[in-house]
């Protein structure tokens, strides 16, 4: 699944210092390639605008977006007035009669608002509007999962977009991937490589978190390399080949990253070995590292 953060963004991703990326190339890419799955949401600036211009008159791809309300709101009429109007805006912008699944951008929504969300999104479904409703879990996915789960458990909610990688394991930890597998969600995984962390050298890195995720970079690539791999493809087989995982989101800034991704996809597996040796040299590391959202 192609993220769509770059196409209307610039900047997005620690080690991304290319600016906004050509969206028509690299969507024509993935076209070649038979990808068609796309992640995007009305926050990615004009992403949603390129998805919906690039496919009009075309097969229309797996398209997830996902949805935001204001955290003010005080009756069930406002709530179902909001998602109504702003799902309808993200249809006009994606030149489409039904979202193929729309996220609940942030569990803070459900938590909040409870069973209204859950009965609007019901009846988006029914009206044709989405074909599937989803939750996608952000910068704390622990506590939001604990504060959600039973309300997540409606089977509204099928996909469910999480962040997970070779540092992050919080979800798995805490038994929620195997809660989503025993739910029959769609699991989605972004952050696969901790959004281009993984690629950076110490000297470039935060100040914040240059001894931390210094260490552990180190380790990784020494990991990497005894095992003859590349970071990129130990991070991306480390989670395809994950029990439960359904899909991978990886971003891309160049048609040749499109390629590199899809080469990466076709990977090799990893020995049962190299992933519990992952798993015991990640098994604790610090929050700062794996929460993109307070790295600047």
């Keep these: ?151 997540a458990s409606d089977d509204i909610y099928e996909v469910v977009q999480i962040p997970l990688n070779l540092f992050d394991r919080r979800l798995v930890q805490c038994g929620a991937m195997q809660s989503f597998g025993a739910g029959g969600k769609i699991v989605v995984v972004r952050s696969v490589f901790l959004q281009g962390l993984f690629f950076m050298r110490e000297d470039a890195l935060p100040e914040k978190l240059r001894v931390d995720a210094g260490r552990l970079l180190g380790q990784l690539r020494t990991l990497a390399a005894a095992e003859d791999l590349s970071v990129a493809q130990l991070a991306v087989s480390y989670i395809r080949d994950m029990a439960g995982v359904h899909c991978l989101i990886i971003g891309a800034e160049s048609e040749q990253q499109i390629d590199d991704n899809v080469r990466l996809i076709n990977g090799p597996s990893l020995l049962a070995e190299t992933r519990a040796r992952i798993e015991r040299l990640f098994s604790d590391v610090p929050s700062d590292v794996i929460t993109p959202s307070v790295w600047r």
């Design 1 to 151: 699944m192609l993220g769509t953060a770059q196409l209307g963004m610039s900047g997005y991703g620690i080690n991304n210092n290319g600016g906004q990326v050509n969206a028509e190339s690299l969507l024509g890419r993935c076209e070649q390639w038979g990808v068609n799955c796309y992640d995007t949401a009305y926050e990615y600036g004009d992403a949603e605008l390129k998805l919906g211009k690039y496919f009009q008159g075309k097969k229309i791809p797996f398209i997830a977006s996902k949805l935001k309300i204001d955290m003010d709101l005080t009756s069930e009429r406002e709530i179902e007035r909001q998602i109504f109007a702003r799902t309808e805006a993200i249809l006009t912008r994606l030149q489409l009669e039904a979202i193929p699944a729309l996220l609940v951008h942030n569990p803070d929504m459900v938590e909040k608002y409870g069973h209204t969300i859950s009965t609007v999104m019901r009846k988006l479904r029914t009206e044709g509007l989405i074909e599937r409703g989803g939750i996608s879990y952000g910068a704390d996915p622990v506590r939001q999962y604990d504060a959600v789960s039973g309300l």
